[in-house]
């Protein structure tokens, strides 16, 4: 995904959201969020990665990182019976979303 595309994707629909719909999910997958600065501002790439597949599940580029964002990208992007583990960095908010 080039710089490009999620500038124009900003400035049109204040977000970009991708959903991997063809993927049979393994059950094992990471969740991490990266920061990205865009026109001076700070956005947050939040990932979904199928560790067994080692194929993107779900992507969102938000203006914010708080539980509530991670809670609605989860809950948008996979189903709890479709997971066994999730992997994460430890960050302690995680623990509790996660559960």
């Not at 994707?9 to 990471?30: M, P, Q, R, T, W």
Request: aromatic share 12%; proline share 3%; net charge positive.
């Amino acid at each position: 995904m080039s710089y490009e595309t999620i500038r124009k994707s900003l400035l049109i629909h204040d977000g970009l959201y991708f959903l991997n719909e063809e993927l049979k999910i393994s059950g094992y997958v990471a969740y991490d969020v990266q920061w990205i600065r865009i026109n001076r501002k700070w956005n947050y790439r939040h990932v979904l990665f199928d560790i067994v597949n080692k194929m993107p599940i779900a992507e969102l580029l938000a203006k914010k990182e708080d539980s509530k964002t991670t809670k609605k990208f989860l809950k948008n992007s996979i189903r709890p019976k479709d997971c066994i583990a999730i992997v994460t960095d430890l960050k302690p908010s995680y623990d509790k979303i996660m559960r």
